[in-house]
């Protein structure tokens, strides 16, 4: 698996970065340890770098992982929407309890919208620098849907790191292109930020054209790593081909990749706590019920996490 250096970082991450919302309470709910048996054959496969998130519910199962290998050898990202200093503060110590370790190589603000949000939150980037420089993390990062984040992310000096939304469509952009963004990660990374993309499948809506979809990421020079989720060891046994350039048969692609999708239980109640915590606006409510955008929805799985009555869930 190819290594490349996360920008000015001086991190060394595979091209590769195993995303594990999947795995995580979100969305498949899996054990811990079923998790590890697949973190580590994607080890095994030349991945070390791993994105993780508090959100996710994917911490136990990180580090599961993380006791069978050198904490050294492996390169952990996680983020949390706190803003504040102190809730910073409280954000880091809890991923470390966690996670098992006394360090994170990559913390990131999770999901910055505008250029707005960024200076809003200027405590809680102050709380992470501050830390990165007693050593408690390595690099401070960002995560955002829009290319206004990714744009202003390089003029505020503190950034280390992008983790973009990058697909050919832009799906899932909460602003701009494919195209505009793509400008913007090329400025970033001229400017020394490493990037590591997400959803480069459009949270599953691109599957059908995996394939395309991929390569056409893994074209971009401007991408040190490129963050996939996988459920089972053939889907990353198949990613990861597709990293080192084997191509798969379609049939292979048919029956490793089973497409997901947001289920909505008949009893929802149409509280609209989905339709809050839905950033790419493919949730409403017609006739008292949440129904989904598809052609909107990636599979995030943040509504099921803001349901209060566990209504509505990724399958």
């Known amino acids: 698996m190819e290594k490349r250096r996360l920008g000015r970082t001086g991190i060394e991450v595979s091209r590769m ?17 079923g998790a590890a048996d697949i973190f580590e054959a994607a080890y095994d496969l030349g991945v070390n770098f791993f994105d993780s998130a508090m959100i996710y519910g994917s911490h136990p199962h990180l580090a599961a992982f993380l006791k069978r290998i050198p904490r050294d050898r492996v390169v952990i990202a996680t983020k949390s929407y706190d803003y504040t200093y102190d809730g910073m503060v409280k954000s880091v110590e809890k991923a470390l309890y966690e996670l098992g370790t006394d360090y994170i190589d990559i913390y990131l603000m999770h999901e910055q919208e505008s250029r707005a949000t960024l200076k809003g939150h200027d405590d809680g980037f102050r709380c992470l620098s501050e830390l990165k420089r007693k050593g408690t993390i390595r690099a401070v990062g960002v995560s955002t849907h829009a290319c206004e984040v990714a744009e202003a992310a390089p003029e505020l000096g503190f950034i280390d790191v992008l983790h973009p939304i990058f697909n050919y469509r832009g799906l899932g952009l909460i602003d701009g292109t494919a195209g505009r963004m793509a400008r913007a990660i090329s400025k970033a990374h001229e400017a020394g930020l490493g990037i590591y993309a997400m959803k480069v499948l459009g949270g599953g809506l691109l599957v059908d054209g995996i394939k395309d979809a991929l390569f056409w990421a893994l074209a971009n020079d401007d991408l040190d790593s490129i963050a996939l989720g996988v459920a089972s060891k053939e889907e990353l046994r198949l990613d990861a081909g597709m990293f080192e350039g084997r191509m798969p048969e379609g049939r292979e692609l048919a029956e490793a990749y089973r497409r997901k999708s947001i289920m909505v239980d008949e009893w929802c109640e149409g509280c609209g706590a989905c339709v809050a915590a839905c950033q790419q606006g493919a949730i409403s409510l017609l006739e008292g019920r949440a129904i989904v955008d598809r052609s909107r929805c990636v599979l995030c799985g943040y509504c099921g996490k803001a349901c209060p009555g566990f209504h509505i869930r990724v399958v």
């Open 17 to 33: 970065c195993l995303g594990t919302l999947t795995v995580g309470a979100l969305q498949m709910r899996m054990d811990p340890e």
